[in-house]
Each structure stands twice: as C-alpha cells, then as structure tokens.
C-alpha cells in the first residue's frame, strides 16, 4: 500500500470577491433547449476574479479553499444608546441556504478557463459559510504535489 508522505502547496493565487455568494442553479430546460439560469451570475464573478488570473491557466493538480460570508442579520446584535453589539449567541457558521456544494459548484465553474484549463483539475477542496460583517467570497488556489517518499 502506498501513502503519501511529503506534501507542497504553492498558492497561485488569493484573492476577496466583494459580493453576496451565489449558488449554482440548476440547469432548465424550455422544449429541447437547456440553459444555465445562472450564466450571467457566474459571468460577473468570472469577470470580477479576472484581475488576479494568471496570464495562462495552470493544468496542474488544484487545490480550491473557499469561504463564503453572508452579512450578519440586523438580530445578531443588540443595541445600546443606538450602538450595534455582536451578541454572545450570535453564531459563527451559517448553517442555513444555500447549500454549499452549489455555492461550490458555481465558483469553480466561474472561474474555468481563467485560473485553471478545466475545474476536473481539482482535487481537494475546502469550504466553509460564515457570517461576518459583509457579503464576500474569499478564494485560494493552489498547485499541489504529493508524492511518495
């Protein structure tokens, strides 16, 4: 049986989309014809991360880190002579929609063609939905190599 031992990752690129996560929809089809009702979404998040693609998409191995942080709701916090305070119950993850396989699925489908050939390059992921002072999406791509000792 073989394991890996050693592990490198070198971050491509990091970068923060300023913007409420979206997920990816599913596909609809109207007679014979489908169609992505979530194109121009993906498009606008494609043309916001250009700025930090590569000049040429890596065909490595990708490692995708995510996170994805909705604004707090206005009963997170509590207010004091008209000062906001984060409640002590106020939780940190949101467990709530949208599922984040779909918020996954959309970004790695956005960003195809610009940071990467094709988003069958990634092999791990890690994401998480927080909730935090505004809307935004944190991405990390990295190249990885595992190899055997």
């Known amino acids: 049986m073989a394991t890996a031992t050693k592990e490198e990752v070198s971050h491509l690129v990091s970068f923060l989309i300023r913007i409420k996560p979206k997920p990816q929809q599913r596909h609809r089809s109207r007679g014979r014809f489908q169609y992505d009702p979530s194109s121009k979404d993906k498009e606008e998040f494609s043309l916001l991360s250009k700025q930090y693609a590569p ?7 990708i490692e995708l880190d995510l996170t994805f942080c909705y604004k707090r709701p206005r009963k997170h916090y509590t207010s004091k002579n008209k000062i906001l305070t984060l409640k002590k119950e106020a939780p940190f993850y949101k467990k709530s929609r949208a599922d984040i396989d779909n918020l996954i699925k959309f970004v ?10 094709d988003d069958a390059q990634i092999v791990s992921i890690r994401a998480e939905k927080i909730w935090g002072e505004e809307d935004y999406v944190l991405v990390k791509i990295g190249s990885t190599k595992k190899y055997l000792e």
């Not at 000049?55 to 191995?61: F, L, Y």
Request: charged fraction near 20%; charge should be positive; proline fraction near 6%.
């Open 55 to 61: 000049r040429t998409p890596t065909s490595k191995a």
């Open 108 to 117: 790695a489908d956005a960003l195809n063609n610009s940071f990467y050939v």
